[in-house]
């Protein structure tokens, strides 16, 4: 079964960054697709950034340009490398691996218990 980890959360100020790292086991990481997720208080969750097996990646209109997503393979990890954060960006962040259909991303795997993102202003 599947299993991911996400850490790297924390309080920042506006303006600065923060790197998420989540950890996947019980898969053929290489094989798969990878997609960060958050959920802002009160908001549902959402797709902010995804990544395939060759290294495609996409982004939400909310953090293009400002976040990069990143996988290491032999680590068998996916990161999300944040800039810039604002206030809007806090929420909690979610990783999964999954796969891409045409250029959609959709999830394979359950969620794990995430990590905590809070930019102050």
């Known amino acids: 079964q599947v299993r991911v980890v996400e850490s790297g959360g924390g309080l920042v100020q506006a303006g600065e960054s923060l790197t998420l790292s989540c950890g996947v086991s019980g898969s053929i990481f290489s094989d798969n697709a990878a997609g960060w997720y958050r959920q802002p208080p009160g908001n549902e969750r959402e797709l902010v950034a995804a990544?395939?097996?060759?290294?495609?990646?996409n982004y939400s209109d909310s953090v293009k340009g400002r976040f990069t997503i990143s996988r290491d393979n032999a680590k068998s990890t996916v990161y999300l490398q944040m800039n810039s954060l604002k206030p809007d960006d806090t929420a909690v962040y979610y990783c999964?691996?999954?796969?891409?259909?045409?250029?959609?991303?959709?999830?394979?795997?359950?969620w794990g218990q995430g990590t905590q993102v809070t930019v102050s202003s």
């Open positions: 990544i395939s097996p060759g290294d495609r990646s």
């Open positions: 999964t691996i999954g796969r891409f259909v045409g250029a959609k991303y959709y999830r394979n795997s359950r």
